[in-house]
C-alpha cells in the first residue's frame, strides 16, 4: 500500500503531471484523473439533485444506457488509463470537450446513465487528437465496456453534437489546467487524497483477501464492465 506521504495533493505536483508525465509499467496514476473524477463526481450528483427535484432534464440522451454501470468514476478513468496509457494531457483535452458539449448541447445533464459512454467517447477522440499513436476504436470498446459498434456510433453522434470543433489551442488547454489547479488548491483536495487512500486500501485488501487476484486480473480485463 502507498504511504499517505506518496499521495499528497497539490496544484504543483498536479502540473507537474500534465507537463513532464512519462509513462512506465508500473507508474503511478497521474493526478489529473482524480482531480476530473472529483470534478466530475460532484457535477453528476449536483445534476441527480436536481433531475430528483424537476423530474428530469431535456432530449438529449444519446449516451444513456439501460443501467447504471457498477464501476465508480475513479475506478472507470484509472482502468481507461491502465490500459489505453494516455497521457494526462489527454484527459484535459476530454474535458475540454466535456464542457464544450454540455454548452453546444443544453438539453444535456452528465448523469449515472451517461457519464462513462460519455468518458469513454471523449477520452478516445481526445487521445486520436493529442497522441501520435493510438489504439483502434475495437480497443477501446473493449476497455470501455461497449461493442465497438455501439462506441463507433457514440463517437460519430459526437462528432456532429460537437459540430466537428475539436481544435483546443495552447491559451485554452492552459486555462482548463488552470481550472483544475483550482480544484485542488480551492477546497477540492482534501476530497481527492481521501478518496485516492480508499481506493489504495481497497486495493489492498482485495489483495490480501484474493493472493491469486494478479493471476487472474488478465483473464477478466474485458469482462467486469458492460454499459
Known amino acids: 500500500m502507498a504511504s499517505s506521504s506518496s499521495l499528497a495533493i497539490s496544484p504543483r505536483k498536479l502540473r507537474s503531471d500534465l507537463y513532464s508525465y512519462s509513462y512506465q509499467d ?11 473524477s472529483s470534478l466530475i463526481e460532484r457535477t453528476v450528483a449536483r445534476n441527480e439533485r436536481i433531475s ?4 428530469g432534464f431535456g ?3 444519446v449516451f444513456d444506457c439501460m443501467e447504471v454501470p457498477d464501476m465508480t468514476i475513479q475506478s472507470y ?5 491502465r490500459y489505453t496509457k494516455a497521457g494526462p494531457s489527454v484527459y484535459v483535452v476530454a474535458y475540454v470537450y466535456i464542457d464544450r458539449f454540455c454548452q453546444n448541447n443544453q438539453g444535456f445533464r452528465i448523469s449515472l446513465t451517461n457519464v462513462h459512454r460519455l468518458l469513454i467517447t471523449t477520452i478516445m477522440v481526445a487521445s ?10 475495437s480497443y477501446f470498446a473493449k476497455v470501455g465496456g ?11 453522434e459526437f462528432l456532429f453534437l460537437m459540430g466537428f470543433k475539436l481544435h483546443v489551442n495552447v491559451s ?24 485516492l487512500r480508499c481506493a489504495e486500501e481497497i486495493k489492498s485488501r482485495q489483495i490480501v483477501q484474493d493472493p491469486k487476484h494478479h493471476q487472474h486480473h488478465h483473464h477478466n480485463l474485458f469482462s467486469r464492465v458492460l454499459l
Open 52 to 55: 430528483r427535484s424537476y423530474g
Open 59 to 61: 432530449k438529449t440522451c
Open 172 to 195: 485554452v488547454f492552459e486555462s482548463y489546467c488552470c481550472h483544475l489547479e483550482r480544484e485542488v488548491s480551492i477546497g477540492g483536495g482534501y476530497q481527492i487524497e481521501k478518496a
Open 128 to 137: 486520436k487528437y493529442v497522441e501520435d499513436m493510438n489504439y483502434r476504436n
Open 26 to 36: 508500473g507508474s503511478k496514476t497521474p493526478l489529473v484523473i482524480s482531480v476530473l
Open 146 to 156: 461497449l461493442e465497438t459498434d455501439d462506441l463507433n456510433n457514440l463517437e460519430l
Open 77 to 81: 478513468l484509472e482502468r481507461i488509463f
